[in-house]
């Protein structure tokens, strides 16, 4: 195999190299563009053909809005998305912090079991965090499903904050304990501004994952008008029959926000990624 790569012009492995990343990209691109197409059809030619439409129907978007009701699944899926990146950056940070730069006793312990959360998924824990949320009285509220995606997005957060706190260099702190300011007022004002990278990556991640949650909003909502996007599209996908083409278009336009958080925060979603990889 090495002769034979050897013996191949340079310019042809180029060529074949871009020849993969293309049909690698395609294999990606390839369900978004045949969910774009459904959107476009009308229900009865859903299934007869891939790609090919001689008349595109944009009223799909429109009807879908009116027919799942997205103003209000927008504004619950806003509403828990948005409380839960905060709360959760504001939590997983200063834990990165304080695992990266404070040492007590048994900080590494702790920060192990912490850890153990990004290997527990949600469906080991639905029956307990069901029962708690009933004890609490938050049954059937969103604060319900904002408690649990802070509770699955702490600890890989915190992974990801302890890495990129880690590289930061001891001379910038002890510069600032010197001048007088006191742990607290360091992480504020000098490990969180040179955190940017760090705070983009999480984000992006935690709204992929908060605004796509299917499984918690499922068993914690009953009440329809606080349901999620996931969950108000899901509720119309019936046993007998389905709008697939409403159902497309929703999915569109439910994506419509990541596309847009992500482009906002790709340089350094990118950057934060390569840091983390060498700091990590």
């Given at each position: 195999?090495?002769?034979?790569?050897?013996?191949?012009?340079?310019?042809?492995?180029?060529?074949?190299?871009?020849?993969?990343?293309?049909?690698?990209?395609?294999?990606?691109?390839?369900?978004?563009?045949?969910?774009?197409?459904?959107?476009?059809?009308?229900?009865?030619?859903?299934?007869?053909?891939?790609?090919?439409?001689?008349?595109?129907?944009?009223?799909?978007?429109?009807?879908?809005?009116?027919?799942?009701?997205?103003?209000?699944?927008?504004?619950?899926?806003?509403?828990?998305?948005?409380?839960?990146?905060?709360?959760?950056?504001?939590?997983?940070?200063?834990?990165?912090?304080?695992?990266?730069?404070?040492?007590?006793?048994?900080?590494?312990?702790?920060?192990?079991?912490?850890?153990?959360?990004?290997?527990?998924?949600?469906?080991?824990?639905?029956?307990?965090?069901?029962?708690?949320?009933?004890?609490?009285g938050l049954y059937n509220t969103l604060l319900s499903v904002v408690i649990s995606c802070v509770a699955f997005g702490i600890p890989l957060s915190v992974l990801l904050f302890r890495g990129f706190f880690s590289?930061?260099?001891?001379?910038?702190?002890?510069?600032?304990?010197?001048?007088?300011?006191?742990?607290?007022?360091?992480?504020?004002?000098?490990?969180?501004?040179?955190?940017?990278?760090?705070?983009?990556?999480?984000?992006?991640?935690?709204?992929?994952?908060?605004?796509?949650?299917?499984?918690?909003?499922?068993?914690?909502?009953?009440?329809?008008?606080?349901?999620?996007?996931?969950?108000?599209?899901?509720?119309?996908?019936?046993?007998?029959?389905?709008?697939?083409?409403?159902?497309?278009?929703?999915?569109?336009?439910?994506?419509?926000?990541?596309?847009?958080?992500?482009?906002?925060?790709?340089?350094?979603?990118?950057?934060?990624?390569?840091?983390?990889?060498?700091?990590?």
């Amino acid at each position: 195999m090495a002769l034979l790569h050897r013996r191949i012009h340079p310019k042809a492995r180029k060529m074949l190299g871009l020849l993969g990343v293309a049909l690698i990209c395609l294999v990606f691109i390839f369900p978004v563009l045949w969910i774009l197409s459904v959107s476009l059809r009308l229900e009865k030619d859903v299934f007869s053909t891939t790609f090919a439409m001689s008349n595109p129907h944009f009223e799909n978007y429109l009807e879908a809005w009116n027919t799942f009701n997205f103003s209000d699944l927008f504004i619950n899926s806003i509403l828990v998305t948005g409380i839960s990146i905060v709360v959760t950056l504001m939590f997983s940070s200063l834990a990165g912090y304080g695992f990266a730069k404070l040492k007590y006793n048994n900080s590494n312990s702790i920060y192990i079991v912490l850890l153990t959360g990004v290997m527990i998924p949600q469906a080991g824990i639905l029956i307990p965090f069901f029962l708690l949320m009933r004890l609490m009285g938050l049954y059937n509220t969103l604060l319900s499903v904002v408690i649990s995606c802070v509770a699955f997005g702490i600890p890989l957060s915190v992974l990801l904050f302890r890495g990129f706190f880690s590289g930061l260099a001891e001379e910038l702190l002890e510069a600032a304990r010197v001048d007088g300011c006191n742990e607290l007022r360091i992480f504020w004002c000098v490990g969180l501004p040179l955190c940017k990278s760090a705070i983009a990556t999480s984000t992006i991640m935690l709204f992929v994952t908060n605004w796509n949650d299917y499984l918690m909003p499922l068993i914690l909502l009953r009440d329809t008008k606080k349901y999620t996007l996931p969950l108000g599209i899901a509720r119309y996908i019936g046993q007998w029959e389905s709008p697939w083409n409403l159902v497309a278009a929703g999915v569109i336009l439910s994506a419509m926000p990541i596309t847009v958080v992500y482009l906002a925060f790709q340089k350094q979603f990118v950057k934060g990624l390569t840091e983390g990889a060498v700091k990590g």
